[in-house]
């Protein structure tokens, strides 16, 4: 166990002003008995000599235990930084880690959130809207402490479901909700079982909260105090195209009132100081809607904190080597160097509206694309949920985790089975990227309930690593059937969904392909209007 910073800067301040005092006193008195027995000059030289022999051998001493302080704070540092999780034993097999991955192409291995973590963070989200009616903050963790509440379900038909059923070992740490102001409501919890420590939001659920939602204005990261990003705003040679800034009622509601600070207060002080286990837990931030983009900024926020040199404008070649230095203010006001680091920081959220400029999402792509990212960001999007979508001119960042749930429809008339319809009523060719729409909209058939999960890379894609974006329209299908988008978008909706998957989740990335690779199949996947072209001859009449 390294012994914390704090305690040893302690025990370093006590010993030197041990040495002062001895110096101190022994001039003292050595001054006293000269006077006392008038004691001649060669005994005052001898006097001086010993006092100067004294006072190297207390500069020794002292300079020893500064030599031990750093050695402290250095092992300290390094064991910090090292993975706990048992990936790797030591600094120096990270370092060696690094060496062998010299590109920064995504690394698959343990990268794609498991559907059991996607279901609890749901599960979550869907809990702390519970208590947006509670008068007493107290009272939250008591009544999931004391399983004094229920999980309604998805079907009106089904009662809800007891809480200790839903989650048999959350604990709750610390409940927040600003009546008053931005209306924020946040809850701190863990699990055992799922070796998480979450940060919860809730998302837009009054008038309050749908007034934060709609300030549109585009405001700078953070509190321009301690939460700020790179590029400084403030210098002289950053243009405003290259600052960071997000919608300014998702960022209020992270960073007014210093609830940031709570935040990261909260989970440092439960990471020091209890005793089951939090230190080494997975750090998840999650939420729904509003509170999905809270969870964003949360996850910055807390990647900044734990590992700034990995949001730095150059990339470090030793990440986990970098941590925040000892004398940042921060270190000290957050006892930073008191827990073990966690290595990465996950968001996995639901219905997640845009959020920032094109600096924003250039600078999630560039962090999240390094080998050693220590911020990870799912926004799962459900069907065509209308506020994913929202609002317009503003940008998405972090990998979009595309899943419906639809008809699969069949048909035993040759006719249709081979595409020979004789009058173009309906588009029955739906594009290759989007599987979650029927084949043959609007005529009978079998129905099978068929799940489809696909992650689209950085949202819109990277052709260099061979990644597609979400398709063309994605952003407006939802306004064709606008009461069905909207329905899309509840948390219960998401739950059920989750819940109920049997089918095949994700394990890579869409990817691209030449744009006529589809032409001997029946698809129109190169242009949106007929005429249709990724086949030979006409499908129908034209």
């Not at 990268?111 to 869907?126: G, I, K, N, T, V």
Request: with cysteine.
């Amino acid at each position: 166990m390294p012994l914390p910073l704090p305690s040893s800067c302690f025990i370093l301040v006590i010993l030197i002003i041990f040495t002062l005092h001895h110096i101190c006193m022994y001039t003292k008195g050595t001054n006293r008995r000269m006077k006392k027995d008038k004691t001649t000059i060669n005994d005052k030289k001898n006097v001086k000599r010993q006092w100067k022999r004294l006072l190297r051998w207390y500069s020794g001493l002292a300079a020893s235990f500064l030599v031990l302080f750093f050695g402290i704070w250095t092992w300290n540092h390094y064991n910090n930084n090292d993975n706990h999780d048992g990936h790797e034993n030591n600094a120096f097999a990270t370092l060696l880690r690094n060496r062998a991955h010299p590109t920064s192409r995504v690394k698959q291995t343990n990268y794609f959130p498991a559907l059991e973590d996607a279901q609890e963070m749901a599960r979550l989200s869907l809990l702390v809207y519970l208590f947006r009616h509670e008068t007493e903050d107290g009272t939250v963790c008591q009544r999931i402490q004391a399983g004094n509440y229920t999980l309604p379900n998805d079907d009106a038909g089904q009662p809800p479901t007891p809480g200790p059923e839903v989650f048999p070992d959350l604990r709750c740490h610390w409940y927040y909700h600003d009546r008053e102001s931005q209306g924020t409501q946040v809850m701190i919890v863990s699990s055992a079982q799922r070796n998480h420590l979450t940060v919860v939001f809730a998302g837009t659920d009054d008038v309050q909260t749908s007034l934060v939602d709609s300030d549109v204005r585009w405001e700078v990261f953070g509190d321009d105090t301690h939460w700020k990003l790179p590029p400084d705003s403030d210098a002289d040679d950053t243009s405003d195209a290259d600052v960071v800034k997000v919608h300014a009622g998702f960022d209020h509601a992270v960073f007014a009132n210093d609830l940031m600070d709570q935040i990261v207060h909260t989970l440092e002080h439960l990471r020091k100081h209890d005793k089951k286990g939090l230190g080494r837990r997975r750090i998840y931030c999650t939420g729904h809607s509003l509170g999905a983009a809270a969870a964003v900024l949360t996850t910055i926020a807390l990647t900044d904190y734990y590992h700034p040199a990995s949001l730095a404008e150059t990339a470090p070649t030793e990440t986990l080597l970098v941590g925040r230095p000892w004398w940042d203010p921060r270190s000290w006001r957050y006892h930073h160097n008191d827990a073990p680091k966690p290595d990465v920081i996950t968001t996995i959220n639901f219905g997640c509206p845009r959020m920032g400029n094109m600096a924003y999402r250039n600078f999630m792509a560039s962090r999240q694309e390094r080998v050693d990212s220590r911020m990870h960001v799912w926004r799962i999007v459900l069907g065509w949920d209308l506020v994913p979508r929202l609002p317009d001119f503003f940008q998405h960042a972090g990998h979009t985790l595309q899943i419906s749930v639809e008809d699969e429809k069949t048909t035993t008339d040759p006719k249709l089975a081979n595409h020979e319809v004789g009058q173009p009523q309906q588009e029955l060719i739906p594009r290759q990227e989007d599987p979650s729409r029927t084949l043959f909209p609007g005529w009978a058939g079998e129905t099978n309930k068929t799940r489809v999960a696909l992650a689209y890379y950085q949202h819109y894609g990277n052709e260099t690593l061979g990644y597609a974006g979400v398709p063309v329209g994605w952003g407006s299908r939802p306004y064709i059937w606008v009461p069905g988008a909207l329905m899309s978008h509840h948390i219960q909706r998401y739950r059920s969904v989750l819940e109920e998957w049997t089918d095949d989740w994700v394990q890579d990335f869409v990817r691209l392909e030449p744009i006529d690779s589809d032409d001997a199949t029946t698809t129109d996947d190169d242009y949106d209007t007929p005429p249709f072209d990724d086949f030979p001859g006409p499908l129908v009449d034209h």
